[in-house]
């Protein structure tokens, strides 16, 4: 099984330009989430859903959007890149609500110069 | 709100030796416990959870947990690491839709 399949794995952005952060499992997850991962910080929540359909913010929204058009697919999308927006990002997906596990994709690692 | 302390950023272990990673957490409600390990360059994955019952948890890899609900605390252990156990490992703690994550602690099994 595929589980939730990130892509691109890395990349390199100027400051202002925009991108998409691909998600997509094939677990019929109705729950899918969005975290960024910072040295020393641990995982900080950028965005969620619980169902096609419905986002919702998390910890660090700012400089983020996402939409939620199918189950499998949960798009994270930066308009403006900035330095601060340098990280490791990684989606993830769960079968219900926070009691159940949550599997994750592999990250991509985004740096903005 | 809810957060998550992990006291300690790194462990330094002999092979074969016990470990215990430590996790505190705050909370006014009850919540759900998790420990993840991220091996490096790849996502999470789950070790062990706790919902309810038993505050003795088991995990994968010989891995396991005890909850203390008066220390709020959820440490997790294993008697005997092994050179594979060298990775990366988080608490986090749920309640409804939302799992927050603790900084983590990085654990190094030394040959």
């Known amino acids: 099984n595929a589980g939730v399949t990130q892509t691109p794995k890395f990349r390199i952005l100027k400051i202002g330009q925009s991108m998409t952060l691909q998600c997509t499992q094939d677990m019929n997850h109705n729950y899918m989430y969005w975290y960024r991962q910072d040295p020393g910080m641990g995982l900080k929540l950028i965005y969620y859903?619980?169902?096609?359909?419905?986002?919702d913010k998390g910890e660090v929204p700012n400089g983020y959007n996402v939409s939620r058009s199918t189950t499998e697919d949960f798009p994270l999308r930066l308009e403006l890149a900035a330095p601060s927006q340098t990280s490791v990002y990684f989606c993830?997906?769960?079968?219900?609500?926070?009691?159940?596990?949550?599997?994750f994709g592999q990250g991509t690692r985004l740096t903005v110069v | 709100a809810q957060s998550v302390t992990q006291l300690d950023s790194q462990v330094p272990v002999f092979e074969e030796a016990p470990v215990e990673l430590r996790c505190n957490y705050s909370s006014s409600v009850s919540v759900y416990l998790f420990w993840y390990v991220q091996y490096p360059n790849q996502g999470l994955q789950l070790l062990l959870k706790y919902l309810s019952g038993s505050t003795l948890v088991k995990g994968i890899n010989g891995f396991e947990a005890e909850f203390n609900k008066s220390q709020t605390s959820f440490h997790l252990r294993k008697p005997s690491v092994h050179i594979s156990d060298t990775a990366e490992y988080f608490c986090a703690v749920a309640h409804y839709d939302k799992v927050i994550f603790g900084p983590g602690t990085s654990l190094s099994v030394i040959p």
């Open positions: 993830a997906s769960s079968r219900k609500r926070s009691d159940t596990e949550a599997f």
């Open positions: 859903s619980v169902g096609a359909g419905i986002t």
